[in-house]
């Protein structure tokens, strides 16, 4: 099995007082999650925005939270890093209640659709428009009623669906994320 590389850069730009365009900050992510201990994916935290529109600074500022939290902020956006060991049986076999644990674990316990009878014990909902882009290696997304594996460059546009992900490939597969706050519309019935 490969290890994981919990490493990357993270390039932060804002103004000088002249106004000219500058770095601000240069430097591997600061927090990272091993959610559900081994075999679990790790979350590393690049940046989230509070506001739209987000309100530009000259000199941005990194609001830190205490813990890993799910989804964006209301009304904000959220840029993570997972990377995905294989799956293996610690995560198949997990029971409906602990599936829950584990988001609660990720500050979003409501997100947890697990039943008995779905595709995946962790499948999940958030009120969010997401962009999920693989970077390295391949990932299976499982939806309610289909299945398709992803590889690196592939990009998807996860629009609020009910959804799990499934390394089954036997390498770590990593994605990078982009969260947008969005709110369910009246127009169909969401079911657990």
Known sequence: METQN????????????????????DSSTVNSYLVGGKGGPTFFEV????????LIHPQ??????A???LPPPKNGTRIRVIEFPPEGDEI???TEKEAAEKFKSMGDEK??????????PLMHRTETLDYGIVLEGEITMILDQEETT??????VIQVGTNHAWANRSGKICRMAFVLIDG??????????
């Open 6 to 25: 919990n490493t990357f850069r993270r390039i932060v730009t804002g103004h000088n007082s002249e106004g000219k365009a500058i770095i601000i900050n």
């Open 47 to 54: 940046w989230h925005t509070v506001e739209t529109p987000v």
């Open 60 to 65: 941005p500022d990194e609001i830190d939270e």
């Open 67 to 69: 813990h890993l939290i």
């Open 92 to 94: 198949r076999n997990l």
């Open 111 to 120: 997100a947890s659709t697990s039943s008995e009878g779905a595709p995946h």
């Open 150 to 155: 992803i590889k690196a460059g592939d990009i």
């Open 183 to 192: 709110q369910f519309t009246n127009d169909f019935n969401l079911k657990k």
